[in-house]
């Protein structure tokens, strides 16, 4: 995790040449993010359930810690991407609720799919940040905020979806632009591990374990090959 700082230098994204095959299966790059949206409107519904036992539920532990490393300040807006279920925007309301005492605070909720956003929406329904205005949604795209202001938001926050977009660098130059001077960039992603055997048990537990569990616990195979995929082929976090 790290931080935003001033001054502010102008930050400009190019296609990146490493990235243009997906799946083995000659997909190009463009088509991503179709294909990932696919995916997640068959998972929507499943998706946090069959995380948590996939992961052990690990998941929740990381996204817990995930705020508390975050430390958010009193009234800070934080702008949550690919946060449709709002696992995240859920556990950072709580802590400025309970730890902070602070019921200024607020998170605008950013998703390319709107079956996930349609989950987060369910999920806080009947709560009091609702009534209170103080989670929001909208459906777009990382990689081009346009409807966020620059300068705009105390936090930019990604977690397990900066994997997913065709191009994250341009959703860098995208939180760069809507964090305000000073302000935080919170990425939570999954990443790889190069202890021999461990590493080796990992790559086993991506490549077919998880494909596996997908088919059992959800019944889709395919689309959890390819949300395992998306990942393994992910930069290493070096």
């Known amino acids: 995790m790290s931080s935003a700082s001033t001054p502010k230098q102008k930050a400009t994204a ?9 799946y083995g299966d000659n997909v190009p790059i463009s088509a991503k993010k179709d294909i990932m949206g696919d995916v997640y409107c068959k998972v929507a519904d499943r998706y946090d359930a069959v995380s948590d036992m996939i992961s052990m539920s690990m998941n929740k532990r990381w996204k817990q810690r995930f705020i508390e490393q975050m430390r958010p300040m009193p009234g800070d807006k934080m702008l949550d991407v690919a946060g449709g279920t709002c696992e995240v925007a859920r556990r950072y309301l709580q802590y400025q609720d309970t730890v902070n005492h602070d019921t200024t605070s607020s998170v605008h909720v950013v998703d390319f799919n709107d079956s996930m956003l349609q989950v987060g929406r ?3 329904a009947q709560s009091s940040w609702m009534d209170n205005e103080r989670v929001t949604f909208a459906q777009g795209n990382a990689e081009d905020l346009a409807d966020v202001p620059d300068n705009s938001v105390d936090i930019y926050c990604i977690s397990a979806g900066m994997h997913n977009l065709p191009h994250p660098e341009r959703a860098l130059c ?17 990443g790889h591990t190069d202890m021999p055997v461990i590493g080796q048990i990992c790559r086993w ?3 077919t374990g998880i ?9 889709d195979r395919v689309s959890y090959e390819r949300l395992a995929h998306s990942v393994r082929t992910f930069p290493h976090q070096k």
């Open 211 to 219: 494909p596996f569990l997908g088919q059992v616990l959800a019944n």
């Open 122 to 124: 369910r999920r806080m």
């Open 14 to 22: 190019t296609d990146s040449p490493t990235l243009d095959m997906l």
């Open 174 to 190: 995208e939180a760069y632009r809507v964090v305000k001077p000073g302000g935080q960039f919170a990425c939570l992603e999954y």
């Open 205 to 207: 537990y991506w490549d």
